[in-house]
């Protein structure tokens, strides 16, 4: 009874599976922007200036984040946060500006980013050239008067 797949047949199946295992990566949808750790706690009281749902602020301090920081409001309990750098080119000095309501738009290319009230995709790219929403870090309110940002 002959074989279906002798040893070289198989090799020749398995060398591309392989490759394709080892060499072919599934986190394209990741935001190609530059790592920098940190740790914030804003006081809501006078960091945050007691922000009301569907508000944001501008923290300004460039030690959080690659720009400093944009925290928003969802609701009673639920705060966001996301890097003032713009996604197309993440540096210190291409930051987005408040336009007012809830859009951004970055200073050095003019892509406008506005954050809507929602956890599962909070930012939209409304004019590029960008093509990622704003870089989000993780945010935990106390319950009381801090808000907790980290990357």
Request: proline share 5%; with cysteine; hydrophobic share 40%.
């Amino acid at each position: 009874m002959r074989t279906v797949l002798s040893k070289s047949n198989l090799r020749f199946f398995l060398i591309p599976v392989l490759f394709l295992l080892f060499f072919v990566r599934c986190d394209e949808d990741e935001i190609p922007f530059p790592h920098e750790s940190f740790y914030a706690n804003l006081a809501l009281d006078t960091q945050l200036g007691n922000m009301l749902p569907g508000e944001s602020k501008v923290i300004d301090n460039l030690y959080y984040g690659v720009g400093g920081l944009i925290i928003f409001r969802v609701d009673q309990n639920t705060f966001l946060a996301f890097d003032r750098a713009c996604t197309h080119e993440a540096t210190k000095e291409c930051l987005v500006n408040h336009l007012g309501g809830n859009t951004y738009e970055c200073e050095c290319c003019g892509s406008q980013f506005q954050i809507i009230q929602s956890t599962d995709v909070p930012v939209m790219v409304i004019q590029g050239p960008a093509n990622y929403p704003l870089k989000q870090y993780r945010c935990f309110f106390n319950g009381t008067n801090t808000v907790t940002v980290s990357n």
